[in-house]
């Protein structure tokens, strides 16, 4: 039997690269994945066209505890927008047109996925 911990790991994952795949068929290049600063990560970054996208992704597989979008509080928005300023100051990108996008992803029983794309979401 796997840990609780384990299976949110798993489940977290499983959502990025549902979030991943949906993002290139929407034209989307991927920068990077899973970036670390601080105490902190941002999950994708990407480009739209010109626009450096900062984006996070929630994975749920029921609404028991609301939906995935729900638990991208103000905390953890004041928080990716830190990562964010250390990732653009970390790579000289002053003058780079960007945003926040959340992409909120539940996996049915039968592993079906569904996507809600919040773009410019905060």
Do not use: W
């Amino acid at each position: 039997m796997e840990s609780p911990q384990k299976d949110r790991l798993s489940l977290g994952k499983t959502g990025e690269e549902a979030a991943v795949r949906y993002l290139k068929k929407k034209g989307y290049k991927i920068v990077e994945r899973g970036f670390r600063l601080l105490r902190g990560e941002i999950d994708i970054l990407a480009y739209d066209r010109t626009t450096l996208v900062f984006a996070e992704v929630k994975t749920r597989t029921s609404l028991a505890f609301g939906f995935p979008e729900e638990s991208v509080t103000p905390a953890k928005q004041a928080q990716i927008r830190k990562i964010a300023q250390g990732y653009l100051a970390k790579h000289r990108l002053e003058n780079v047109p960007c945003r926040f996008d959340v992409l909120s992803v539940m996996i049915a029983n039968d592993r079906q996925v569904m996507i809600r794309h919040f773009e410019n979401a905060f």
